[in-house]
């Protein structure tokens, strides 16, 4: 009959395996179809019939001052140096997913436009169908149209990056979005655009 102090010890020592394998095994399932999953969202952005639409990253406050002016940024509500800061995450995090360089397409206000120019992905294009419809609800369904258009007639080439508003996002997906959060779409039905993962 063995010392019951070593059968204790074997089997305390085999439970602390059986533990640690679980521990292990636990951080494989959480952890690496995360990573896998992302990777597979930075490769569907570089297949056509696919956008990346995203909110504006953090500009505290809500809607613009009375009177602003689109042509001044002084009049409007801007990303604070946190929102430049979190653009400037989100451009190095698409780098080191493989997007090297893409189309940007953004709302005129501000805040959008620094916002892509901060991702340091290319040109930012400025284009009104991703203008803001807080202050103008009424253009919400024609401006709504208009990028249903846009995404209709996209071509193949590099990837596609649309920065603009929430109820922008909303009006075109269903969905909200937090600061700075980014949606993938597929759009090869642009009367159906479809969520396909966050970023």
Not at 97 to 104: D, N
């Amino acid at each position: 009959m063995k010392p019951r102090v070593s059968v204790l010890h074997a089997v305390t020592t085999r439970l602390a395996g059986l533990t640690a394998m679980l521990l292990l095994l636990a951080a494989s399932l959480f952890a690496t179809p995360a990573r896998a999953d992302e990777a597979s969202l930075f490769a569907l952005l570089k297949q056509p019939g696919h956008v990346l639409l995203m909110r504006h990253t953090l500009a505290p406050g809500i809607g613009d001052p009375e009177g602003f002016v689109l042509e001044d940024c002084r009049t409007q509500r801007n990303l604070s140096d946190t929102g430049q800061v979190q653009a400037r995450e989100l451009g190095e995090r698409l780098r080191a997913g493989g997007i090297e360089s893409a189309r940007v397409y953004s709302s005129r206000w501000c805040r959008c436009l620094d916002t892509a120019t901060g991702l340091g992905l290319g040109p930012v294009i400025p284009l009104t169908a991703l203008d803001s419809v807080f202050q103008r609800r009424h253009e919400t369904e024609a401006r709504t149209r208009a990028l249903r258009d846009f995404l209709a007639a996209l071509e193949p080439g590099e990837p596609v990056i649309l920065v603009t508003h929430q109820m922008n996002v909303r009006a075109l997906t269903g969905r909200s979005t937090g600061v700075g959060e980014g949606l993938l779409l597929n759009v090869e039905d642009p009367e159906n655009v479809r969520v396909v993962g966050v970023f």
